[in-house]
């Protein structure tokens, strides 16, 4: 059991718009900053976004990132197949003195 | 350009020790918090711990389930972080990533090595 809670799974036809969220908690969320991952099959994960909205240089304006009270979401417009692959969020949290992750979402492409 | 290679993968016995590296390039290692993050097999992320940067004196932090039987260390005049793996149980089983932090002062993950296996086996 994850302590940042994503659906398992998501998808979404070429072009569409996608939302993946994540919830957590006031010690983890609620105070600190939300980052998320790409992770391609078989390959390590990828910065997509950091501090909750902010774009690594390099990254597609499609994806978009939004964090309201002790919950955060991953938006992707303009769907497309390159995007199958699994996402996490990931932040600090303050009670547990360390950092968590959430369980991941597989995106799929339909 | 940010290099993280991860070493020192393999096979253990349970109970058995390993050491990983990790050898960074293309930043001001003593900059940065360093993190080590493992994924089991078909399974999610999950935090492993960190060192802080040399501006924070390099303490490091564990997750609750490796606390006590892993240490993280680094040598920053070989811009190399290390995990030294005790006790070693079959649930240890992994790909075990060394992660950079963003910046300086940004300190979540922000670049990922390549992974190296680890497989706790009799």
């Known amino acids: 059991q994850s302590v940042l809670t994503q659906p398992p799974s998501a998808s979404g036809t070429p072009g569409q718009r996608v939302t993946i969220s994540c919830s957590g908690s006031?010690?983890?969320?609620?105070?600190?900053?939300v980052n998320w991952y790409q992770q391609l099959p078989g390959t390590a994960p990828k910065l997509l976004i950091y501090?909750?909205?902010q774009r690594p240089s390099g990254v597609p304006d499609r994806f978009s990132g939004s964090k309201s009270g002790t919950s955060a979401s991953l938006a992707i417009s303009g769907l497309q197949s390159e995007d199958e692959a699994d996402y996490y969020c990931?932040?600090?949290?303050?009670?547990?003195?360390?950092?968590?992750f959430g369980g991941g979402t597989k995106l799929t492409v339909l | 350009e940010v290099q993280l290679v991860e070493s020192g993968g393999g096979l253990v016995q349970p109970g058995g020790s390993l050491r990983l590296s990790c050898a960074a390039s293309?930043?001001?290692?003593?900059?940065?918090?360093m993190d080590w993050v493992r994924q089991a097999p078909g399974k999610g992320l999950e935090w492993v711990g960190r060192?802080?940067?040399?501006?924070?004196?390099?303490?490091?932090e564990y997750a609750a389930s490796v606390k006590g039987r892993f240490t993280i260390s680094r040598d920053d005049s070989k811009n190399s972080l290390y995990l030294q793996m005790n006790s070693l149980k079959t649930e240890d089983t992994a790909v075990y990533y060394c992660?950079?932090?963003?910046?300086?002062?940004?300190?979540?993950?922000?670049?990922w090595g390549q992974g190296t296996l680890v497989t706790v086996s009799s």
């Open positions: 990931a932040a600090w949290d303050d009670s547990l003195t360390g950092r968590v």
């Open positions: 060192s802080r940067n040399k501006a924070n004196s390099y303490t490091t």
């Open positions: 006031s010690s983890n969320i609620g105070s600190n900053t």
């Open positions: 501090s909750n909205d």
């Open positions: 992660a950079r932090s963003i910046a300086p002062r940004t300190r979540g993950i922000g670049y």
């Open positions: 293309g930043f001001t290692f003593s900059d940065h918090y």
